[in-house]
């Protein structure tokens, strides 16, 4: 806290500045793993040495090129001597991507029933509050498997069952703080002078929201990606041939006595962004200061 003396005050009178903290070097680290891991997602075509889906069983699990590999696989080969880092980089795009579309879906949900409860009250806000108890109540992941085993196991029907993961603590979250906010002056002014209530959430309420979202966002997200790679992990998720971070594990359980690295490879992927991305959310939940806004 810097203490800053005001021009034209008493002496003793002062205020008190909150300094502005510098980003701590553990968070730009975890900054720079999402960038680079969604920079190696964005770009896995094209800078993969070799296709994901191609075997050679003349070089099945070779470890990794450090570890005295063949040097064309730096990070190793599978069971069915396919290149684990093109194979880990066309599985983080497809993990990201099904986990990136159903934590935004998710979000989007959560954020209009939170401001349609929080700012509406009365019978809307009963009725979805119902709607959210009763989300909270079942138990996920059974109303997952029974989603897949009536509609399949494609990768249209698992992005939006990945996207009903989370987006009731997400409308919990939005109601309180839309309720905080439109208690505030400006927002009764607002509503004295006219203003239809989608203005006034759209303009006054959900700007002050929003940081609240984008913490949400990133603490979600690595839930998601695990609920992903848990369903495909368990062979329910996404389908072969295409590569997936869980059906990696998955697949290579077994093999873990005589290749530990073909598990190794995929589960330091989802610990590294899943832990970065935690670290980003606590930072941000920080400096925000969401809890006390």
């Known amino acids: 806290m810097a203490t800053v003396e005001v021009p034209g005050s008493a002496p003793t009178e002062t205020v008190r500045v909150r300094a ?3 980003i701590p070097w553990h968070v730009w680290l975890a900054i720079g793993v999402v960038v ?21 069983l003349l070089r099945r699990l070779r470890p990794p090129a450090p570890l005295g590999g063949h040097p064309a696989h730096w990070l190793g080969t599978d069971q069915l001597g ?6 880990s980089l066309h599985a983080l795009r497809t993990s990201v991507a099904i986990g990136l579309l159903g934590c935004i879906v998710s979000t989007l949900i959560g954020t209009a029933v939170g401001l ?23 138990p996920y992941l059974l109303i997952v498997l029974v989603g897949l085993a009536v509609f399949g196991t494609d990768v249209h029907v698992l992005i939006p069952l990945v ?8 409308a ?27 203005e006034i959430l759209w303009r006054h309420v959900l700007p002050h929201v929003l940081p609240v979202l984008l913490v949400q966002f990133t603490l979600n997200f690595p839930g998601v990606l695990l609920l992903e790679s848990s369903l495909s992990f368990l062979g329910i998720g996404v389908q072969p041939p295409t590569a997936s971070l869980g059906r990696m594990i998955g697949e290579g359980r077994h093999q873990m006595l005589a290749g530990w690295w073909v598990v190794a490879v995929p589960v330091a992927v989802i610990l590294a962004i899943t832990l970065a991305l935690q670290v980003i959310g606590d930072w941000l939940s920080d400096r925000l200061d969401v809890r006390r806004r």
């Open 82 to 87: 396919r290149d684990l880092l093109s194979r």
């Open 116 to 138: 349609a409860a929080g700012y509406l009250r009365g019978r809307v806000d009963a009725v979805l509050s119902v709607i959210v108890d009763t989300q909270i109540a079942l």
């Open 172 to 198: 919990r979250l939005v109601r309180g703080q839309v309720m905080g906010v439109a208690a505030q002056p400006f927002v009764t002014a607002a509503e004295a002078l006219g203003a239809r209530p989608r």
């Open 20 to 22: 502005r903290a510098p």
């Open 36 to 56: 680079l891991l969604a920079a190696g997602a964005l770009a896995a075509p094209w800078i993969s040495p070799f296709d994901p889906d191609r075997t050679n």
């Open 163 to 170: 996207s009903l993961a989370g987006w009731e603590s997400t």
